[in-house]
């Protein structure tokens, strides 16, 4: 009971002291408006077009959202000393990483939907598979997420988690299948794709809005959630490996 306490109590001071400042709301917000108006802007192209550009944007709305603020909060607390006053909590190392990654991932969902409520006023959404699009939209909030807090976990400073953190996300928008199919790519940088967890969410994205998946839907949930497993665990042997031992 007392883990679960100190789970909320967490959770609840990060949603006060960073994801419910009017700074990152309002980013929260006009990111992935800027996002669907540089792509209309970009290419010309009418609301017929809106659907295919849907996946693209939801999925970097999730990336962008979830590994900005959370790679900065931990890096920020860590040189601090305010993540040292938490480790000497009664809690497991678990719980303690779950609470203070829990509001970036609802953060991140947040961010998901936004593009998604602009495009029902502009195009037809009716066709829309929702039971597959939103836990895809949950596990790329997770993975992001957690590959947000390996990131926070493997520098030292602020500056350094903003451009470790686009050691990922800009490979992962041009090599995922966002905005173009990963069989235009080069045949020697194809298997890099598949090694990136962002290319099976965007998968299940195209298939739900666009109807344009490779890969089943079970398949793409299974190792995206092997990723969410697999950065956590990475996370935590960091933390105990640089910041506790």
């Given amino acids: 009971m007392k883990g679960w306490i100190a789970f ?82 009664p809690i497991s190392l678990e719980v303690l990483m779950l609470a203070k990654t829990t509001g970036a991932i609802l953060f991140g969902v947040a961010n998901a939907f936004l593009p998604l409520l602009v495009g029902s006023f502009l195009t037809d959404l009716s066709g829309v598979n929702w039971t597959a699009l939103i836990p895809a939209v949950v596990l790329i909030a997770i993975s992001s997420t957690f590959l947000g807090l390996f990131i926070a976990v493997s520098v030292k400073e602020v500056f350094e988690a903003q451009t470790f953190s686009n050691f990922f996300r800009f490979p992962m ?7 173009f199919p990963i069989e235009q790519l080069p045949i020697w940088l194809r298997p890099l794709s598949y090694v990136l967890p962002l290319t099976y969410g965007a998968d299940i994205m195209h298939m739900s809005i666009a109807e344009a998946g490779r890969l089943p839907v079970w398949l793409n949930l299974l190792v995206l959630a092997g990723f969410c497993i697999a950065l956590f665990w990475l996370s935590l042997h960091n933390i105990k490996r640089r910041w506790i031992t």
């Fill in 8 to 89: 909320w109590n967490i959770l609840a001071k990060d949603m006060r002291s960073y994801y419910l400042k009017p700074p990152n709301i309002s980013w929260g917000l006009l990111f992935p408006l800027v996002w669907i108006a540089m792509f209309f802007i970009r290419s010309g192209l009418g609301m017929e077009s809106l659907p295919k550009l849907l996946p693209g944007l939801v999925a970097l709305s999730i990336l962008f959202g979830t590994t900005s603020v959370l790679s900065v909060t931990v890096t920020f607390e860590k040189k601090g000393r305010s993540f040292e006053r938490l480790l000497l909590a």
């Fill in 173 to 179: 928008i041009f090599l995922c299948g966002l905005f």
